[in-house]
């Protein structure tokens, strides 16, 4: 009896070893390192300490979940104040039903809290979010720096951080994010020099605007790749940079307005073929309006007003066909052609030194024209001389 119970013990604990073989193909069970389900990859549960794979990247989805929960809800208590409440739904670990926080499949891409008007900073920890290509920030009351982790954020591609309280010298940190194509900082508090590499970043949109930006614009600015640059209402200084159009570039729109720019508009700004939008106004701009300007084919707007622009406007210049809007009020331009004076688009030419046209300086402000002696190349443009002096400038300003 002895035996037979013996034998009878064995077969069971046979039995138990072979189920067991098999269960840990598809489960693995562990006190203290816990219970597995699946490969680890397609939505098995884990409970416990331990990895439920001995191959440590076999929980990519978990790892990322964890991460971005915890940095969200770090970020979450660097934020003061919430008057929408938006914040209240940032609870739980289900980060893609947090207000505001946008994912494909698990992972997050795309954060758009603009106009929350939430106050607060910026935690290193949002370097977390690696999937993340789109941070919309604008009108808020974000304060402080850019943290220096945002270069580890290697999909991103769109960053807005316009209408807030930052502050300090430019953000180097948003040169270093490997795939940013969008980057807007305007109407906050930055101040300082603007960096050369930032034109030399492959970047479509550079909106700077409304900040305290001061020096001069970096030189190699004719290089951007962007189609959009907006650096209006800062104190930025000095000359336009010659390099401005050699390249070229597809620049569809381009505002320097209201700065303390100085000298002559360069003769390359011919070569802006895609050139749409074109405002230099409120600046103390001198000489005359370059004749290349009328190879500007796709302009549509163009305002040289409130700068000290001398001589005759260019008579090409009223030709353009895309032409809607002309401002060259308060310069100091003596004539226009008669194909300016019968646009039909809206044409300001108030205070300058027209004769014979109503609203102009008075004679004595005519008599000595600020930047008489200011000599700036010139090289004569004719409707069909565009393309030639493209090839001329560009030949010109090679090594």
């Given at each position: 009896?002895?035996?037979?119970?013996?034998?009878?013990?064995?077969?069971?604990?046979?039995?138990?070893l072979?189920?067991?073989?098999?269960?840990?193909?598809?489960?693995?069970?562990?006190?203290?390192?816990?219970i597995?389900?699946?490969?680890?990859?397609?939505?098995?549960?884990?409970?416990?300490?331990?990895?439920?794979n001995?191959?440590?990247?076999?929980?990519?989805?978990?790892?990322?979940?964890?991460a971005?929960?915890?940095?969200?809800?770090s970020?979450?208590?660097?934020?003061?104040?919430?008057?929408?409440g938006?914040?209240k739904?940032?609870?739980?670990?289900?980060?893609?039903?947090?207000?505001?926080?946008?994912?494909?499949?698990?992972?997050?891409?795309?954060?758009?809290?603009?106009?929350?008007?939430?106050?607060?900073?910026?935690?290193?920890?949002l370097?977390?979010?690696?999937?993340?290509t789109?941070?919309?920030?604008?009108?808020?009351?974000?304060?402080g720096?850019?943290?220096?982790?945002?270069k580890?954020?290697?999909?991103?591609?769109?960053?807005?951080?316009?209408?807030?309280r930052?502050?300090?010298s430019?953000?180097?940190?948003?040169?270093y994010?490997?795939?940013?194509?969008?980057?807007?900082?305007?109407?906050?508090?930055?101040?300082?020099?603007?960096?050369?590499?930032?034109?030399?970043?492959q970047?479509?949109?550079?909106?700077?605007?409304?900040?305290?930006?001061?020096?001069?614009?970096?030189?190699?600015?004719?290089?951007?790749?962007?189609?959009?640059?907006?650096?209006?209402?800062?104190?930025?200084?000095?000359?336009i940079?010659?390099s401005?159009?050699?390249?070229?570039?597809?620049?569809?729109?381009v505002?320097?307005?209201?700065?303390?720019?100085?000298?002559?508009?360069?003769?390359s700004v011919?070569?802006?073929?895609?050139?749409?939008?074109?405002?230099?106004s409120?600046n103390?701009?001198?000489?005359?309006v370059?004749?290349?300007?009328?190879c500007?084919?796709?302009?549509?707007?163009?305002?040289?007003?409130?700068?000290?622009?001398?001589?005759?406007l260019?008579?090409?210049?009223c030709?353009?066909?895309?032409?809607?809007?002309?401002?060259?009020?308060?310069?100091?331009?003596?004539?226009?052609?008669?194909?300016?004076?019968?646009?039909?688009?809206?044409?300001?030419?108030?205070?300058?030194?027209?004769?014979?046209?109503?609203?102009?300086?008075?004679?004595?402000?005519?008599?000595?024209?600020p930047?008489?002696?200011?000599?700036?190349?010139?090289?004569?443009?004719?409707p069909?001389?565009?393309?030639?002096?493209?090839?001329?400038?560009?030949?010109?300003?090679?090594?």
């Open positions: 009896m002895m035996k037979k119970k013996g034998t009878k013990n064995f077969s069971l604990l046979s039995l138990f072979f189920l067991g073989l098999i269960l840990t193909d598809g489960y693995s069970i562990g006190v203290g390192v816990g597995g389900g699946g490969d680890g990859d397609d939505g098995g549960v884990w409970i416990g300490g331990g990895n439920p001995s191959n440590p990247g076999s929980a990519p989805k978990q790892q990322t979940t964890n971005a929960y915890n940095a969200l809800q970020w979450k208590s660097a934020i003061t104040e919430d008057p929408s938006i914040l739904t940032w609870v739980g670990e289900d980060v893609c039903s947090y207000r505001g926080v946008f994912c494909s499949g698990s992972l997050i891409t795309s954060i758009d809290l603009n106009k929350a008007n939430l106050k607060g900073t910026i935690v290193k920890d370097s977390l979010l690696s999937d993340l789109i941070l919309h920030l604008n009108s808020n009351r974000f304060f720096q850019i943290p220096d982790s945002f580890n954020l290697d999909s991103l591609q769109e960053l807005d951080l316009s209408n807030n930052f502050s300090g430019f953000p180097q940190v948003t040169l994010i490997p795939n940013l194509v969008y980057l807007d900082l305007r109407f906050n508090n930055f101040t300082g020099s603007i960096p050369e590499n930032l034109f030399n970043k970047l479509d949109a550079i909106l700077l605007n409304n900040n305290q930006f001061t020096g001069e614009i970096p030189g190699n600015l004719g290089y951007s790749t962007a189609s959009v640059i907006n650096l209006a209402n800062n104190k930025l200084s000095g000359e940079p010659t401005f159009g050699i390249t070229g570039s597809k620049l569809k729109e505002l320097f307005l209201n700065n303390q720019l100085t000298g002559c508009i360069p003769e011919g070569l802006f073929s895609d050139i749409e939008v074109l405002d230099v409120f103390s701009l001198m000489g005359h370059p004749d290349t300007i009328s500007l084919s796709e302009i549509e707007v163009l305002n040289l007003g409130h700068n000290k622009f001398s001589g005759d260019p008579d090409l210049v030709t353009l066909r895309n032409l809607i809007n002309l401002t060259v009020s308060f310069n100091f331009f003596s004539g226009f052609s008669s194909q300016c004076s019968s646009l039909s688009v809206g044409f300001d030419f108030t205070g300058n030194c027209i004769p014979g046209k109503g609203y102009q300086r008075p004679q004595p402000d005519c008599s000595a024209i930047g008489g002696q200011l000599s700036c190349l010139r090289i004569p443009a004719q069909l001389t565009c393309a030639a002096i493209s090839l001329g400038l560009k030949v010109a300003s090679s090594p």
